[in-house]
């Protein structure tokens, strides 16, 4: 006689699969308009984003540039000091650097 077992309980709660293909991170447009510059720019520039006049935190938005570069295959890097977050072209690796 098979024994009567009980579900356990959702630990999380379902959400219909549309509301998540639609999400959109918090720093989607900023990383947008960012890379939009960034592929303008040349190669002994960078960019000077002010955090302060963004609003972000700076280790969040380097995270999310980084994301967004890796999916792009953008070779970026960044740099920070007292209030800015810098963005430019990584430069290539010659073979005396290995």
């Given amino acids: 006689m098979p024994k009567n077992r009980r579900r356990p309980e959702q630990r999380f709660p379902p959400v219909p699969l ?6 959109s991170s918090k720093h989607r447009e900023l990383v947008s ?18 955090l302060n ?4 935190k700076k280790a969040e938005l380097r995270a999310a540039l980084h994301r967004a570069a890796s999916k792009e295959k953008l070779d970026l890097a960044t ?4 209030g800015y977050l810098y963005v430019f072209r990584r430069k290539p690796r010659t073979p005396d650097q290995f």
Avoid at 18 to 23: E, G, I, K, T
Avoid at 79 to 82: F, G, K, R, T
């Fill in 79 to 82: 740099a920070s000091d007292h």
């Fill in 53 to 56: 006049k963004v609003g972000k």
């Fill in 18 to 23: 549309a509301d998540v293909l639609n999400r």
């Fill in 33 to 50: 308009n960012i890379l939009s510059d960034f592929r303008k720019l040349d190669d002994l520039s960078a960019l000077k984003i002010d």
